[in-house]
């Protein structure tokens, strides 16, 4: 397909079981572009987005990932990886039993040929990582400590950073800010205007609009598997859009 | 920078102090076996007759030690190992070739593990049951294909036999296998990717996906790895015994379930400890010929193996909690 866009997405429809989680949706992500992605709880959001990481294959529909058409069940996270995309899941994706430096790097090793791994330069990365992206100052954490000894936001630091540290063309973040402090929440809005700034692109979903629309470039809402809505900035102001969602609520418990 | 010396250096004995307070144990067990037996326990024998008996348990606990940390079980490695062993006896009989006997019989024992791993993983059927009903369909095959007899086999004698379970200024070769065995699957657990990927999928199987593992072939590489070692283990009791039994390999499961377990591996998955599994089946391989050895009545032995498994255990425990 003849496309700039990162993304594209026909028609998606998919089920878990009897639940119909994403009905006929059309998205598309384009070149350069931020889009805040917004709905109520259970709307599709995170649903929508596996789908695009290889997490989830889907029922119907089509999807280019630049331009290229993908295959539902040949797409997997690693093929996602391969393509630039890099993900910052809901449920943070950690293993509390493992290192900070293993978890870091799963999935993608520093291995030699024999698929055995470097441990030293893993370690070496994830220091850096600590000091230059995480900029952690909590006491004890170091690149071998578990992640069970991480706080809530610190772990959310360490998936955020571990999205940060893989160059990518795409770069979704699902609820990345829930439960961080004000000054951790603007690190992430930083970031995502970094990513910006370096051409590339980026989902960000969340529940707090105030935190979304002077990052995103476009806003797009979806509701019960549906897409709903879909604005540019600079055609609707923060309250507008907060209006908008609030009304869409309304209709739905009426 | 003293600070972060003084951290890891505590943190050498607080990460291995589960098997400190094991080998500790063992000083103890062995020491009461001095004192009870001198005449038997400080002489060299025993300890050959040891390290000639263990590694077969070892080499099976090794493989559930991988099995455990990835959060799951399998019951059916003793049947795994009759079969494979069955082959090997059968193959080599007829064809006197030791390569061709080795393949068939590690192919049957990958073979099982790859079964289970796969319905375990693409079906979703819980290991224990998949590998519960395995157990009982692998010994009824060998059952069925051996017709219930036991087959000698002459090895004694030939190179393999001389490789496989020779002696080496009277140390019995399996043990030098079963220590190479052991290194290699240390690295393979703590060092390669695939042991990464396995303790991850007994972490977070969820988060490990999301992190593109392939949860469903991890699963399968762990099975066939634990049917390969039941296999292997099955060729190492055929050249000690020179004959298969039917029966081979009943009387293993629990035996090796309590070496894995007091060794400090938790049934919870996402942590495992190849060296502590390496302790664990030298005391639960000893313990039974030690006590007999002592001179007290073969009934103590399960009572004071059980006592021994439950404050093993319990030690594990409280160290983990603490950490
Ligand atoms: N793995 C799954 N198995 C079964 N049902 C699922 C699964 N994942 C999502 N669902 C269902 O799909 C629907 C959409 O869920 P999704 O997680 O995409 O919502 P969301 O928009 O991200 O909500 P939130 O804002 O609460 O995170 C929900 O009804 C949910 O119950
Ligand atoms: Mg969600």
């Not at chain 2, 326990?41 to 990835?70: D, E, H, N, R």
Request: glycine share 10%; with cysteine.
């Amino acid at each position: 397909m003849e496309t700039n866009n990162i993304v594209d997405m026909k028609n998606i429809h998919k089920s878990f079981g009897g639940v119909k989680a994403l009905r006929g949706i059309d998205f598309h992500i384009g070149p350069n572009e931020v889009i805040g992605l917004l709905g109520d709880n259970g709307a599709g959001k995170s649903t929508l987005i596996k789908i695009i990481s290889g997490v989830h294959s889907f029922d119907e529909g089509e999807m280019y990932i630049k331009g290229k058409k993908i295959s539902p069940k040949r797409h997997t996270v690693r093929n996602a990886h391969k393509m630039g995309i890099e993900t910052v899941f809901q449920e943070k994706a950690l293993a509390e039993k493992q290192q900070l430096w293993r978890n870091i790097f799963l999935g993608r090793q520093m291995t030699n040929k024999l698929g055995f791994i470097k441990v030293r330069e893993e370690i070496k990365e994830t220091n850096k990582i600590m000091r230059e992206l995480m900029k952690f100052r909590g006491i004890g954490a170091g690149a071998d400590s578990y992640v069970r000894t991480l706080s809530g936001g610190e772990r959310q630091g360490v998936a955020i950073s571990r999205a940060m540290y893989f160059d990518s063309d795409l770069v979704i973040l699902d609820e990345p800010t829930v439960g961080l402090s004000l000054q951790e929440v603007k690190k992430v809005l930083d970031f995502i205007l970094a990513v910006k700034e370096r051409g590339k692109s980026c989902v960000y979903i969340s529940h707090s609009i105030a935190d979304v629309y002077p990052v995103s470039d476009r806003f797009v809402a979806i509701d019960r598997g549906e897409m709903v809505c879909e604005y540019r900035r600079e055609d609707i102001s923060l309250e507008e859009l907060n209006e908008k969602l609030i009304e869409l609520t309304k209709a739905k418990v009426l | 920078m003293t600070r972060t010396k003084e951290r890891t250096k505590q943190s050498f004995f607080f990460k291995y102090s589960s098997q400190f307070g094991l080998m500790i144990m063992m000083g103890l067990v062995l020491l009461a076996f001095i004192i009870t037996s001198p005449n038997v326990f400080l002489k060299s024998g025993i300890y050959f007759s040891f390290l000639a008996s263990v590694p077969t348990i070892g080499i099976m606990a090794m493989g559930l030690t991988f099995i455990l940390g990835m959060g799951e079980i399998d019951l059916s490695f003793p049947s795994t190992m009759a079969l494979s062993a069955f082959l090997f006896a059968t193959v080599y009989r007829s064809t006197g070739n030791f390569f061709l006997a080795f393949l068939a019989c590690i192919a049957a024992g990958i073979l099982v593990g790859m079964t289970n791993g796969l319905i375990i993983a693409k079906i979703g059927v819980p290991s224990i049951v998949v590998t519960l009903g395995m157990q009982y369909l692998i010994r009824g095959l060998s059952n069925l294909l051996s017709d219930g007899l036991a087959i000698v086999v002459r090895l004694r004698g030939t190179l393999s036999h001389q490789i496989l379970v020779g002696r080496f200024y009277n140390i019995p070769h399996q043990a030098l296998w079963y220590l190479g065995i052991t290194i290699f699957l240390f690295f393979l657990l703590y060092r390669h990717k695939f042991g990464e990927h396995v303790l991850f999928v007994g972490d977070n199987q969820e988060a490990a996906r999301m992190m593109g593992v392939n949860v469903v072939w991890v699963k399968i590489g762990a099975f066939s790895l634990m049917g390969a070692l039941a296999a292997m283990a099955g060729m190492f009791d055929l050249y000690r015994m020179g004959t298969w039994w039917p029966t081979m390999g009943d009387g293993y499961l629990m035996m090796i379930m309590a070496a894995v377990f007091v060794g400090g591996t938790s049934m919870f998955g996402g942590q495992a400890t190849i060296f502590g599994t390496f302790l664990g089946a030298f005391m639960i391989g000893t313990l039974e010929a030690g006590i007999v050895a002592a001179g007290l009545k073969g009934f103590w032995t399960r009572f004071i193996t059980g006592l021994l498994i439950i404050s093993a255990v319990i030690i594990h425990t409280l160290l983990r909690k603490r950490k």
